[in-house]
């Protein structure tokens, strides 16, 4: 599957250790231990690398194994088809050494493992991107710092990327025209590459920080996992059957995923947390509330929610459904048009100085400062800070979400003049700063 055909990095590359002793003999159905494996890292990543037993019977696949598996996907167990030959395991703390044991596997038989070891050293953050969809559909990236010099045209990535999601080694993933298979544009350049086929899609992938891929399914509703470690598709959760729901999902940085379905009278939250526990939470609405429009979650499982609310207000308000709660809070009781996003570990939430009603507006008495004035900035661990923002006026009302750096750099794109246009709102606030006149959709920050 896609991971065996993702690209090793070629940065320089520590060699760390040799192999461990194998522990068993083979028999003429079991395989024997693999050849030459080796351990290469870089900061908190690691590739293991290795060759084909040397005798035995015909290799069907391979399990690579990490310990301590904190943080680690499946319980820190790979399970690779036979044409592999490396693994790569992020997410290591730094001053922590880990064991890798790599394992042939036979129709019958498990061989011995082989066993390196690297110690996770501190690196620098690798730099993240921009990506967002233009208004022809292709996928375009952008650095995300300071644009205070001027505004960029980005790179194109790839074209027809309608429901594209990207990793943070700068691979983006597009579902097929058909949806049936998943294309991967690599991000060293070069030709599109299917990664998986046969498969029931819709046309939203999301990705976690660990490489792995997700969709709803289009035959059964249910959110569906392709594991990096190439196992099969999965189900990893589902909406349930809130009726007249308005259903909304999403997959935080960490992989914690999570699908809200709200009716005026009931919410539902299901949620499968990084290590694959999945818990469902149901409450009735003490007072009627509107349909989601608009879903962020943060590593911790807090999510933040975008409704429409009826009437003629036009109110699309954010509000907070804290990790294991059963609640739904509104972030703040006063109107404003609001742009919204969250990292690992905040929320971050643009205002505008005043609001007035749709019906006002379209009446034409609508007369308002709609520049965007101030953001709340709500950490994970129950924290609140207001930074004051100039430079920029809010667009038409409705949902809008943004993207968020792990720094607090928060990207928007605006629809309408005097500010027309994708920005970026520095973590500390101040001046905002444009970064293309262009209209873009789907910002993804990885």
Excluded at 254 to 261: E, H, K, L
Excluded at 408 to 432: E, N, T
Aim: proline share 5%; net charge negative.
């Amino acid at each position: 599957m896609f991971k065996s055909m993702l690209t090793i990095a070629a940065a320089a590359a520590l060699v760390v250790g040799g192999a461990l002793p194998a522990h068993a003999a083979p028999t003429s159905s079991t395989p024997s231990a693999p050849t030459s494996v080796r351990v290469t890292g870089s900061g908190g990543d690691a590739d293991v690398t290795w060759g084909a037993p040397s005798a035995g019977p015909r290799i069907t696949g391979y399990t690579v194994t990490v310990t301590p598996a904190e943080s680690q996907p499946n319980g820190g167990v790979d399970r690779l088809p036979a044409t592999a030959r490396w693994d790569h395991f992020g997410a290591l703390r730094t001053g922590t050494t880990y064991t890798f044991a790599v394992r042939a596997v036979a129709a019958k038989q498990t061989g011995p493992a082989v066993s390196v070891k690297y110690t996770a050293t501190a690196a620098a953050p690798t730099p993240q991107a921009l990506f967002a969809l233009d208004a022809q559909g292709s996928v375009v990236r952008f650095g995300t710092g300071s644009t205070s010099t001027g505004t960029t045209t980005g790179t194109t990535v790839a074209t027809n990327g309608t429901g594209y999601t990207a990793d943070d080694q700068g691979d983006v993933f597009v579902p097929s025209a058909d949806l049936i298979s998943i294309l991967m544009y690599p991000a060293g350049g070069g030709a599109a590459r299917t990664v998986a086929t046969g498969l029931h899609l819709t046309a939203d992938l999301r990705s976690d920080v660990a490489g792995n891929l997700y969709w709803a399914d289009s035959v059964s509703g249910s959110v569906t996992m392709l594991p990096i470690d190439g196992s099969a598709p999965r189900v990893v959760a589902d909406f349930g059957t809130v009726q007249y729901g308005q259903q909304a999902w999403v997959v935080s940085r960490n992989g914690i995923v999570s699908t809200f379905n709200g009716s005026p009278s009931q919410t539902r939250v299901a949620q499968r947390s990084a290590s694959g526990v999945l818990t469902v939470r149901t409450w009735q609405n003490n007072s009627v509330v509107g349909f989601v429009r608009g879903l962020q979650s943060d590593d911790a499982g807090n999510l933040w929610v975008s409704q429409i609310q009826d009437g003629p207000g036009g109110r699309y308000p954010w509000f907070e459904v804290p990790a294991g709660q059963s609640v739904l809070m509104r972030l703040e009781q006063q109107d404003t048009f609001e742009y919204g996003a969250a990292n690992s570990t905040s929320f971050r939430l643009l205002r505008s100085a005043d609001w007035c009603s749709q019906a006002d507006e379209l009446a034409g008495t609508c007369d308002v400062d709609r520049t965007l004035a101030s953001e709340l900035v709500f950490g994970a661990d129950g924290t609140q800070r207001t930074l004051p923002v100039t430079g920029a006026t809010a667009g038409s009302r409705g949902t809008h979400v943004g993207a968020a750096t792990e720094t607090g750099d928060l990207f928007l794109d605006i629809d309408r003049a005097p500010s027309a246009g994708l920005w970026r709102v520095p973590a500390a606030g101040g001046a905002a700063q444009l970064v293309s006149t262009a209209q873009y959709t789907r910002l993804v920050v990885i």
